[in-house]
């Protein structure tokens, strides 16, 4: 039995498959390109690695693809057998295990597992940036900022991934509100890793939430090294320094950004659909014509809009069906979205029929120009939208939807206290889209005094 980088067992023989592991881990933590061909070079030398196989399946479903779910069952069997065959370390037990949970529609259980791991080391880099990465997609920020600060101690300077967990510390104080502690965090573990993209966008997520554009811009530019390298993470940072010029009021270098870099592969990874539908939606809320760029996006919606992986995903692809007008690829999915809610035996499908469904149906009514009703439905699913996954800056396109549809409508009083609210959450600080809805908000209110 051999320790890995985070001084974890493995039931690893062979140096160069261990070697192989190392990098395995680091590029995932650094959100890297090459993951997968370091983990395909570990299990061809070692194809009896329990935590290899359940590793290739945990990721696969991060991919929240409904059509991988087979490829990460087939993982499943194959670290299962490997298990019965060989002396397995606890953590290769519970990888499996977590993979057997997620698939049985309890990520939870998955979660679960993986703590377990950090209670037996808490120096386990990998599990813990799993179990942070999970719990990012169930929107669990308090859960994400517990699990990291009870292993925090165990990353000491001595430890070659302290970075990395910093960065997801980073991530959890922005996420939880603490703004300063998170951009300090951030900046320190870019420190002991410059390659920690996670991090940078942690504390890019800082300046965005605080209206702070010229610091995030330099933050992104100066700092290339930590996000060039990355998968398709480098478009979610692109998009973040889209949003940053969308606060400055620089329309025309956001439809730049979207069309070379954004959107410059035009894959239908939800990641990247989300980043791309939630730009454009933001944009025509700005009044700019966005021409044909939704056409593309509805059409990949509509390929995927019976998935049910990641509610969060099924959010923008209605979105983008609503938005290009696609009304019975809209009444389908929302009959999808009925039908999940009335049996929701996973936890994912709980999450689609509450807030999901009435969302679902408030981002329908404002495709269609019902203003009233999407901003019933919309600011009904408000309270609980965090479960749907994603960051406060992510979900926030939802919410700029709720306020646009209640000005439209004539909820007036309670489109303020909305707009007030998502300032609070941004520690009293009045971003560009705020200050021009209360200005908008003001006019209509004095205006109706008037009348």
């Known amino acids: 039995m051999k320790n890995d980088i985070c001084d974890g067992n493995v039931s690893i023989t062979d140096p160069t498959a261990l070697e192989e592991w190392n990098s395995t881990i680091r590029a995932f933590l650094a959100h890297g390109s090459q993951t997968p061909v370091h983990l ?3 299990l061809e030398r070692e194809p009896g690695f329990a935590m290899g196989h359940a590793a290739k399946g945990l990721f696969t479903l991060m991919l929240g693809r409904r059509e991988l779910i087979a490829a990460a069952q087939d993982a499943l069997d194959v670290a299962l057998a490997a298990l019965r065959q060989g002396q397995p370390a606890l953590r290769e037990r519970l990888w499996c295990r977590a993979l057997s949970a997620w698939l049985a529609g309890r990520p939870s259980g998955a979660i679960a597992a993986m703590e377990e791991a950090l209670l037996d080391n808490p120096r ?11 719990r990012f997609i169930l929107g669990d920020h308090y859960g994400m900022r517990r699990s990291i600060e009870r292993v925090l101690p ?6 070659p991934l302290r970075g990395f967990v910093l960065g997801c510390h980073a991530f959890t104080l922005e996420e939880t509100g603490d703004y300063a502690a998170a951009e300090a965090a951030g900046l320190e573990g870019l420190r002991h890793a410059s390659d920690d993209a996670w991090g ?12 702070q554009p010229d610091r995030g811009i330099s933050l992104i530019e100066e700092n290339c090294g930590s996000w060039l390298h990355c998968n398709n993470f480098r478009y979610h940072v692109w998009w973040h320094k889209a949003l940053l010029h969308l606060d400055r009021g620089e329309l025309d270098k956001v439809i730049e950004l979207y069309d070379t870099e ?8 939800y990641r990247d659909f989300s980043n791309a539908s939630s730009l454009l939606m933001r944009l025509e809320l700005e009044g700019v014509s966005v021409g044909d760029r939704w056409n593309e996006l509805a059409d990949l919606a509509e390929t995927r809009a019976n998935d049910a992986c990641v509610a969060f995903a099924d959010l923008h692809y209605m979105m983008a069906l609503s938005q290009q007008g696609r009304q ?5 999915m929302l009959e999808r979205f009925h039908r999940d809610a009335a049996a929701p035996e996973a936890e994912t499908l709980r999450i689609i029929a509450d807030p999901g469904l009435t969302a679902a149906e408030g981002l329908a009514a404002y495709g269609e120009g019902r203003y009233a009703a999407a901003f019933r439905n919309l600011a009904q699913a408000q309270p609980r939208m965090q479960t749907v996954g994603g960051s406060h800056a992510q979900r926030d396109v939802f919410e700029r939807i709720t306020i646009d549809a209640g000005m439209r409508a004539g909820y007036l009083s309670e ?10 959450l941004r520690g009293g600080v009045e971003d560009a889209f705020a200050a021009a809805r209360m200005q908008q908000l003001s006019a209509a209110m004095r205006l109706a005094a008037s009348a």
Do not use: N
Request: glycine share 4%; proline share 2%.
């Open 328 to 332: 019975q690829a809209t009444q389908a």
């Open 200 to 211: 940078l966008h942690a504390v890019a997520h800082v300046y965005d939430m605080t209206h």
């Open 262 to 269: 954004v959107r410059h592969d035009r894959t239908d990874d």
């Open 40 to 42: 395909g070079a570990v």
């Open 124 to 134: 386990d880099t990998l599990s813990a940036k799993v179990s942070h990465a999970i």
């Open 154 to 159: 165990a990353h000491g300077p001595d430890h």
């Open 415 to 424: 489109t303020e206290a909305l707009i007030r609210k998502r300032t609070a």
